[in-house]
């Protein structure tokens, strides 16, 4: 989706535009209205419940609490989920409320990139946790 406007020198737009894409991408898998931090909490889990306990609908590993390795299991399933509401606090939202012409907030090709594999890579990590079809 962000491919056009990635190759027009639009980085702002792209990046924009893979927000908004991974933003579908969520809803479909949680069937929720929801948006954005709030519903990477409902899908991922309350990266900082207050009871420590992780609630997910899509879990990254088995989250298994008898598991030794059980620590490293929540801390993967919480860095994805705070990566993920990363994603759309310091990518989508500047974008989406601010003008591209303040310096703070244009990118150039290459952050634009790097955020656009940032969004990729969370968007695959996700997938690959998701029952096959069929």
């Known amino acids: 989706i962000a491919e056009s406007d990635f190759k027009q020198g639009n980085y702002f737009g792209a990046v924009f535009e893979a927000c908004k894409a991974f933003n579908d991408f969520l809803r479909n898998h949680a069937t ?39 620590n490293s299991q929540q801390n993967e399933q919480r860095g994805y989920s705070h990566i993920a509401i990363g994603i759309f606090m310091a990518f989508r939202h500047p974008k989406g409320h601010e003008p591209k012409d303040k310096h703070w907030v244009d990118i150039d090709a290459y952050e634009a990139l790097d955020q656009l594999v940032t969004i990729s890579a969370v968007m695959k990590r996700i997938e690959k946790a998701l029952p096959s079809k069929p």
């Not at 931090?37 to 889990?45: A, C, F, K, N, T």
């Open 32 to 70: 929720s209205k929801s948006s954005e931090v709030q519903l990477v909490r409902e899908i991922l889990g309350e990266s900082d419940a207050k009871d420590g306990k992780l609630k997910p609908r899509i879990k990254l590993n088995p989250l298994d609490p008898s598991s030794s390795d059980y």
